[in-house]
């Protein structure tokens, strides 16, 4: 049974959303400060983490929760409705994002996709390599040289589709549905902030890029090219 951690301080919403959680498959804990989040988050499969908690900012307990290394995916609950607040939100390591009011079928459908890509394949599958990068499909672990890349769900699934298409170029709209599942007519934001990350822990030069080249306008390539 996945273990979802709920880090929301306001029982009105906990409880209702935990309940919902039960009756949907899923273990539940429920945290109501941002250290118990921070805690917690390596025992669970899933954190749903509301951005307005009493000690620790929802933005911080994010940032701290990848600073440790852990990739667990992490579904933000937030009111707040300027979109440069969800942006940063992905920035500090977020996956996916839900405003308030939501609705809890949307809340629900989100939480099971990111379950899905969290958890480990046990389909045998083959694994990819392009340059000096790995992607062990079946573990969902992605190694360069020697040295594991330690990614959320969102960057992983974003690197094995542009390393499954190694050195052709993968539209925007093809990555906005492949890896979010979302309308390719919606902001693709998201994209771009993981985009950066990924090439951050690459060690990737977005003006000289040896992994990953951006077509402007159009898409990105993972370079297939040998080191």
Do not use: C
């Amino acid at each position: 049974m996945p273990k979802v951690l709920l880090a929301e301080d306001d029982p009105g919403i906990a409880e209702p959303l935990a309940r919902a959680l039960v009756r949907d498959g899923y273990e539940v804990e429920v945290a109501v400060t941002g250290q118990a989040a921070i805690d917690g988050a390596e025992a669970a499969d899933l954190l749903l983490l509301d951005l307005g908690l009493p000690d620790v900012d929802g933005l911080d307990v994010a940032r701290s929760i990848r600073k440790n290394g852990h990739t667990i995916p992490i579904l933000v609950l937030t009111a707040r409705a300027d979109e440069v607040d969800k942006v940063v939100g992905l920035d500090a390591g977020a996956d996916d994002y839900v405003a308030k009011p939501f609705r809890l079928a949307e809340l629900l459908a989100r939480v099971r996709a990111l379950v899905r890509r969290g958890q480990s394949d046990t389909v045998p599958v083959e694994d990819l390599k392009a340059q000096d990068v790995r992607i062990l499909k079946g573990s969902r672990r992605a190694y360069q040289g020697e040295n594991e890349l330690h990614l959320t769900a969102k960057e992983f699934d974003l690197l094995r589709v542009l390393m499954e298409n190694a050195g052709n170029l993968v539209l925007r709209e093809t990555l906005m549905r492949d890896v979010w599942g979302s309308d390719p007519q919606g902001s693709t934001k998201a994209l771009d902030i993981h985009i950066s990350w990924l090439r951050r822990k690459l060690d990737d030069d977005a003006e000289a890029p040896r992994y990953i080249s951006t077509v402007k306008g159009q898409g990105y390539q993972f370079e297939a090219g040998d080191v």
